[in-house]
């Protein structure tokens, strides 16, 4: 099963790129990374995901390296409401998200 | 449109007591799941129902019981309750298996 190693923890001054990364060097060619972020105690909330292409939504991009052994997730413009942990995930057997200990972003005026 | 609903949103048992966490959703998913969150780690999964009448295990089942009640509903059962099984218990659900999971607000539960 894949599995992701995160930084701890990130700082990002506000207005700035957040660039979030993620090593899951062990992935299958089928396997799609998931970003998540959990605001406080919160239930987590989807941001994006891909398989081999980038993808861009309204929250975020995600930058996928060409042998799919790391991702970066970007906040292009961070606000103080971005401060969380991030998590990034990767399908078990396709069906169990298993949570890491994320990444917790502070981002600061 | 309420989205994915949990109740309730904080209990106490003691150990050995039983109960029901109830989770519901509106926005017609076929998968539904439950995780469970201790202090300072990430979510592991209890258990999933791919799509109604099915429930599958996840990475931590032991101790718990689930049922899939409808297609709106998945309830979470401790039949003996212990104080390991203390922990924030999110429910989630998706379109269906292996596409994004949409979570509700969390209950939080301690056992004495």
């Known amino acids: 099963d894949a599995k992701t190693t995160q930084p701890t923890s990130m700082d990002c001054a506000e207005g700035r790129a957040a660039n979030l990364p993620c090593n899951h060097s062990?992935?299958?060619?089928?396997?799609?990374v998931y970003w998540y972020r959990q605001i406080h105690s919160q239930g987590p909330q989807y941001i994006i995901h891909?398989?081999?292409n980038n993808e861009t939504n309204e929250m975020a991009s995600l930058i996928i390296t060409e042998d799919r052994k790391s991702s970066t997730l970007i906040l292009p413009h961070a606000t103080l409401r971005d401060t969380a942990v991030y998590y990034c995930i990767v399908l078990y057997n396709n069906n169990d998200m298993r949570f890491g200990a994320g990444t917790r972003l502070t981002v600061k005026p | 449109n309420a989205g994915v609903t949990q109740t309730p949103k904080f209990q106490v048992l003691k150990t050995g007591q039983s109960m029901t966490l109830q989770c519901a959703q509106d926005?017609?998913?076929?998968?539904m799941y439950w995780y469970r969150q201790d202090p300072g780690m990430g979510l592991r999964l209890i258990y999933y129902?791919?799509?109604?009448?099915?429930?599958d295990k996840g990475e931590v089942p032991n101790g718990y019981n689930v049922s899939r009640l409808n297609k709106r509903e998945f309830s979470l059962r401790l039949e003996s309750a212990a104080p390991s099984q203390t922990s924030v218990y999110f429910c989630a659900t998706g379109v269906e298996i292996r596409r994004p999971q949409y979570f509700g607000p969390g209950t939080r539960l301690l056992v004495l």
């Open positions: 062990t992935i299958s060619g089928n396997e799609y």
């Open positions: 129902s791919a799509s109604e009448g099915t429930t």
């Open positions: 891909g398989l081999k």
């Open positions: 926005m017609n998913h076929n998968s």
